[in-house]
Nanobody
Framework: EVQLVESGGGLVQAGGSLRLSCAASGFTFDDYAIGWFRQAPGKEREGVAC????????YYADSVEGRFTISSDNAKSTVYLQMNSLNPEDTAVYYCAADISPEYWARSYLNTYEYDYWGRGTQVTVSS
C-alpha cells in the first residue's frame, strides 16, 4: 500500500523558515514524481514544487521560486520542502503527492491531476 506522510509543519513568524518532509512507503523509491501542494481556506489546492527521480529536475510555482527548495533523499524514501522567507500568504495545509513510474516529466506536474497518491497534509501557519 502506497503511503505518504507529511511532517514538519507548524507556526512560524514572517521571514522565518520551515522544512517539510514527505516520507514515502509502499513502492520502490527509484522511479517517481513527487509534488508539494498547498491549500488555504476557501482556495483551490495549488502546486508549489515538484521533483522527478529520473529527470533530476524540479519545477516551482512563481509564487515560491527563489524561496522554496524541493529535494529528495532516496536512501530515506523522503522528499523535503525547504521554505525560507515565509510570509502570511504561505499559510496553508501542505500536501505531498506521488506519481509512481511516470511516463514523462513536465511542468504539468505542478497540477493535481498528475498524481495518484496523496498524503493527509501538514499545517503551516505564518504570523505577521
Amino acid at each position: 500500500e502506497v503511503q505518504l506522510v507529511e511532517s514538519g509543519g507548524g507556526l512560524v513568524q514572517a521571514g522565518g523558515s520551515l522544512r517539510l518532509s514527505c516520507a514515502a512507503s509502499g513502492f520502490t523509491f527509484d522511479d517517481y514524481a513527487i509534488g508539494w501542494f498547498r491549500q488555504a481556506p476557501g482556495k483551490e489546492r495549488e502546486g508549489v514544487a515538484c521533483i522527478s527521480s529520473t529527470a533530476v529536475s524540479t519545477y516551482y510555482a512563481d509564487s515560491v521560486e527563489g524561496r522554496f527548495t524541493i529535494s529528495s533523499d532516496n536512501a530515506k524514501s523522503t522528499v523535503y520542502l525547504q521554505m525560507n522567507s515565509l510570509n502570511p500568504e504561505d499559510t496553508a495545509v501542505y500536501y505531498c503527492a506521488a506519481d509512481i513510474s511516470p511516463e514523462y516529466w513536465a511542468r504539468s506536474y505542478l497540477n493535481t491531476y498528475e498524481y495518484d497518491y496523496w498524503g493527509r497534509g501538514t499545517q503551516v501557519t505564518v504570523s505577521s
